[in-house]
C-alpha cells in the first residue's frame, strides 16, 4: 500500500517558501479555510505595467491568483499531492489601485479524482468590489489513491 | 517598445523578431515555481508582454502608435513544465479593430512546435493613450 500523501499547511509551506518568483513578488498567506485561501501581494514599483498610470503589471495578480487557487486545492484535498495548472482564465474587472496591497482569494468548487476546478477574486480592499476574477483547472502530476 | 519595470524582475529582454517582437526569459529564482520548475505566473507575465509588444508593433505599423490599450482578460493553457532553460515567446494580433484587439502568444524552450504555454488576450483599444 502506498504511503499517503502529506497534510497540506498553507502557513507552514508560506513560512517556508520566501523564494521562487512568489517569493520574489512578496505573496504573502493571509487566511484560509477547508477549501480555500487568501493570500497578499504587496504593491512594489517594480511590478509596475503602466507607468503612464503607475498601475499594476496584470502578470503579478495572475501569479496571486494561480497560486491562491492552487494552495484551495491542496486544502480541498486535505494533502499536499503535486499538480500542474491546466488552465487559467483571468478577467482584468478594474484596474487596482496604484500603491495598494493586492488581496487574491482562491477557491476549490470541486476536485475529482485527476482535474480540480478553480475559482476565485483579487481586490484591494473591498472584496465586494474585485479588481480580477480567475477560473481555472488544476491536474496531479503523479498518482493518485482513491 | 519600452518594457514595463515587470519585464525587469522576470529578466525578459526583447528583441525585432519577424513580424511580433521576440522576448526571452532566462531561467533563475526569481521566475522559480516548484523546484527545478518555472512559475505558471511568471510564464503567464511572458506571455503577457509578448502580446502586448505584438500589439504595439501592429498599432505602430497602422499609424495608430498613439492609441491606448487595456487588457480585457488572458486565457492561459499550460501544457509542459518550464525547465532550467530559456523561456522565448512571441506575439501575434488576430484581429486588430477600432475598439479591440485579439491577440495570441506562444511561449517555448527547446523548440517552438513543442509549446510550454500558450495564451489569448483580448484588449480594449481608447481612442487616444491619454484618453
Not at chain 1, 518568483?21 to 505595467?49: K, M, T
Not at chain 1, 487557487?69 to 487559467?88: M, Q
Not at chain 2, 529564482?29 to 509588444?53: K, N, Q, S, T
Not at chain 2, 479593430?97 to 500558450?118: F, K, L
Request: with cysteine; hydrophobic share 45%.
Amino acid at each position: 500500500m502506498a504511503t499517503p500523501p502529506p497534510k497540506f499547511h498553507p502557513r507552514m509551506f508560506f513560512s517556508a517558501r520566501r523564494y521562487g518568483h512568489g517569493g520574489r513578488l512578496g505573496i504573502d498567506y493571509l487566511a484560509h479555510g477547508p477549501d480555500w485561501c487568501e493570500l497578499v501581494l504587496p504593491f512594489s514599483p517594480d511590478l509596475i505595467g503602466d507607468v503612464g498610470r503607475g498601475v499594476l503589471a496584470s502578470g503579478p495578480v495572475v501569479a496571486l491568483l494561480d497560486m491562491a487557487t492552487s494552495v484551495a486545492v491542496w486544502l480541498k484535498r486535505d494533502a499536499f499531492v503535486p499538480h500542474a495548472t491546466l488552465d487559467l482564465r483571468v478577467d482584468y474587472l478594474r484596474p487596482a489601485a496604484p500603491g495598494r496591497t493586492v488581496t487574491g482569494r482562491g477557491e476549490c468548487y470541486r476536485l475529482a479524482k485527476r482535474v480540480a476546478f478553480v475559482r476565485g477574486i483579487a481586490h484591494d480592499g473591498d472584496p465586494d468590489d474585485p479588481i480580477a476574477h480567475v477560473a481555472g483547472t488544476f491536474m496531479t502530476t503523479g498518482t493518485v489513491d482513491a | 517598445m519600452i518594457l514595463p519595470p515587470y519585464a525587469k524582475v522576470l529578466g525578459v529582454t526583447i528583441e525585432a523578431g519577424e513580424g511580433a517582437p521576440l522576448l526571452s526569459m532566462p531561467f533563475g529564482e526569481d521566475v522559480l515555481g516548484r523546484p527545478g520548475f518555472v512559475h505558471g505566473g511568471a510564464l503567464a507575465g511572458l506571455l503577457e508582454l509578448a502580446a502586448i509588444a505584438a500589439l504595439a508593433v501592429e498599432l505602430e505599423a497602422a499609424g495608430r502608435e498613439d492609441v491606448g490599450y487595456k487588457p480585457i482578460n488572458v486565457t492561459v493553457d499550460f501544457m509542459r513544465g518550464g525547465r532550467d532553460n530559456m523561456t522565448f515567446a512571441q506575439g501575434r494580433v488576430v484581429r486588430l479593430g477600432s475598439r479591440i484587439a485579439n491577440v495570441e502568444a506562444a511561449a517555448w524552450q527547446d523548440a517552438r512546435d513543442r509549446p510550454v504555454a500558450s495564451a489569448r488576450m483580448n484588449f480594449l483599444i481608447s481612442g487616444s493613450a491619454s484618453a
